[in-house]
C-alpha cells in the first residue's frame, strides 16, 4: 500500500506543474509514460532476479532504490526534460514491490483463496493511490506542489522498512530449474505458452486503459472543478475517493473469480470499463457529485480484473519461470502503459482541449483514445476461455 503511493505521485502536482512549467497536455504526458517505461524495464530485470534469486529477497534487496529515487525526482525537478528523465529514474527502480510480491502471493497462498489474495494486493496499491492523492491535497494547502511531493516520497521509505519486518518468518523459495535450462530459456517457454499468451494480451489491452485512466484523472476532475467553480485543490480528494473504489473493485473482482471463474471475472468489468471510457469524457458538464460517482464507478471496473489477470498467469505457466512470464508481461503490458498517457494527451491537444479546458468534445476525444485501445482486451479473453474449456475437455 505505502510502497504504490509514488505510482500516482505525479499525477496528483500535475495540473500546477504543467502551469509552472508551461507544458502542453502531450509533454505533460510523456513524463508519466517516462515513468511508465522505467517501470516497465524494471519488472522485466527483476522478473529474472525473482525467479534466480528468490522472490523474497528480490523484494527487500531492490526495495531500497524504490524509496530512496523519488527523492531524485523531489529535489531536482525543474522543467519537461529534467522531470522527465527523473520520473524514469523512479519508474526504473519500482519494479521490486510488484513481481516480487505477486511471486510471494503464489508461492504461499492456496489455488482457492489466491484469486481473494491477488485482489488484496491490488487493493492495497489502490489504497497507496489513494493516500498520496489525499497526502498531497492536504499538503498543497500548506506549501507547494514540491513539498507534497516529498511529504508523499516519505511513504516508500515507511513500506520499505515494515517490508523487511513482516517478511522475516516468510521462507526464501527458488524453484529449481530443469536441469541444463537456462534462465534465458524461460522467455521462448513463455512465448510458446498458449494460455499464458492470452492472458499476457489480454493484461496489456486492459493495461492501455488503466494506465492512461490513472495518468489523467485528476486533471480531468481538476478541470471540471474549475469548471463549477470549485477550487482546484478539492480534485485531488475527489480523485483519492475514485482509488477508495479500486480498493473494492480490487476485492470484488479477486472474490469473483475464486467463486465464478477467472475468465468470467475479465469479461463482465472489462465491458463496463470499456463502456465508460467511450462515455466519460463527454460528460464533463455533469454535477459534480454525479460526476465523481461514475469516476468512481470507472476506477472499480478498471482494476476489478487486474487481480485475475496476474492469478490466470500464475495458473498457466510452470512455477520455476513465473517470474519471466510476469516480466514479458511487464514488457508488452506496460509497454501498452507508456503509450497511452501521451496518446491520451495528444488527442487531446488535437482536439483543442490544451491544459485545463473543460471541453466536452475534446475529453470525450481523449477518453475514447483509451476505449479504442481496449477493445481487444475482451476478445482476447473470450479466446482464453475457450483454451482453457478446450484443455478441460481433454
Known sequence: MLAATWFVAYSAVLPLTQAEWGLSAKQAGLIQSAFHLGYLTSLFIVGFIADHFGAKRAYIATGIAACVSPWAFVLF???????????????????GTYTPALALINDNVGRE???????????????????????AGVALRFTDWRGALAAVALLPLISWLSGVLVLRGTPNLVHPRPAGEPLLAAVPAVLANRKGMLSIWGYTFHNWELLGLWAWLPAFLTAALVLHGASPENALLFAALTYVANIAG??????????????????????V????SFSIGWLITLPIALLVGLACLYN??????????????????????????????????????????????????????????ADAFAWGVAWATLGFGALLGPVATWKLQNASRGRARD
Not at 470499463?273 to 465508460?276: E, G, P, V
Open 250 to 271: 480490487s476485492i470484488l473482482g479477486g472474490t469473483m473469480a475464486d467463486r465464478w471463474g477467472r475468465t468470467q471475472t475479465i469479461l463482465l468489468w472489462s465491458c
Open 300 to 357: 472499480l471496473a478498471g482494476i476489478a480484473d487486474s487481480s485475475t489477470h496476474s492469478t490466470v498467469l500464475a495458473e498457466s505457466v510452470p512455477a520455476h519461470y513465473l517470474g519471466v512470464a510476469y516480466a514479458v508481461r511487464s514488457v508488452i503490458g506496460f509497454g501498452a502503459g507508456v503509450v497511452s498517457p501521451f496518446v491520451f494527451g495528444w488527442a487531446l491537444d488535437l482536439a483543442g482541449g490544451g491544459r485545463s479546458s
Open 77 to 95: 525537478a525543474d522543467g519537461f526534460w529534467s522531470a522527465f528523465w527523473l520520473h524514469a529514474l523512479t519508474g526504473l527502480c519500482q519494479g
Open 273 to 276: 470499463s470499456l463502456a465508460l
Open 113 to 135: 483463496r489466491r484469486g481473494r489474495a491477488m485482489g488484496y494486493f491490488i487493493a492495497g496499491s489502490s489504497a497507496g493511490y489513494a493516500i498520496c492523492l489525499g497526502v
